[in-house]
C-alpha cells in the first residue's frame, strides 16, 4: 500500500473540501487551517505503508509550511491593529489643530475691514515651501482678473518654508478692498533662471473629518479644500 504524500500541494489540499468537492470554499481562518492540516496528517499517518514510514524529516516540512500559514495571518492582524493605531493618533493629532492658522499649498489671499482712520487693511499671510536656497523671491499680487496690483521682493532666502505678509497697499496708492478676491504669484529668482516654488496660503482649521480611507481631513472653512495633516507646512 503507497503512502499518500503531503508536499508543495498541501495548501491546496487544505483548501479544498474535506469531502471531495473540488469548489472553493472561500478563505480560512488560521483554526481552519490547522484543523484541515491535522486531520490529512493523521490520515495519512493512518493509511501509510508501515514498511516505508513517512520520513521525519517529511512531517516537520508540512508542520513547518502550516505554521508559516497562521504566522503570517497572525502578522497581519497585527499589522491591522497597529494601523487602526496609527490612524487613531493621527486623527487625536489632527484635533489638536482645531481653531489653529495653517500655511497650506494655496495662493489666496483674505482682505480685512480698512481702518475707518487710516483706511489700512490687514490681510492673511502668504508663503512659500523652498526645495532649495534662493537669491530672490519676486512676490506678485492680483486681482480677480489677474491684474498685477502691486509687487515685491524678499532678498535671499535658504531652503524650508517662509512665510511674509502683504500690507494691502496697491500700486496706485489705495488699499485692497475685502470684498475682492486677491491672488499671490510668487518667482524664485538664481541668476538669470527663474522657476515657480510652491505657494501657501493662511487658513484657520475649523474642524476634522475622518476618511474611509482612515486619514483625517482637516476642514479649513468653504473657501478652502480639505487637506491632509501632510498638506499642512507651518503652524502659526
Known sequence: MSSPVIGSNTLANI????TGDSRSTGVD?????NDRFMTLLVTQL??????????????????AQINTVSGIEKLNDSLAQINDQIDAGRALQATALIGQ???????RILVGAADETTGEVATTPIGVDLNNAVEDLEITIRGANGEALDTFSTGPLSSGVHSFTWNGQLESGGYASPDSVYTAQITAINGDETSAPTT???ALVNGVTQQSDGAPRLDLGPTQDPVTLADVRQIL
Do not use: C, R
Not at 483548501?15 to 474535506?18: R, V, Y
Not at 493509511?47 to 516537520?60: A, F, L
Not at 492658522?101 to 495662493?107: C, F, R
Open 101 to 107: 492658522g495653517v500655511m497650506v499649498p494655496g495662493n
Open 46 to 63: 493512518k493509511n501509510q505503508d508501515p514498511t516505508k514510514p513517512m520520513e521525519n524529516s517529511d512531517m516537520t516540512a508540512q508542520l
Open 200 to 202: 501657501l496660503n493662511y
Open 15 to 18: 483548501n479544498a473540501s474535506p
Open 29 to 33: 481562518s488560521g483554526d481552519d487551517l
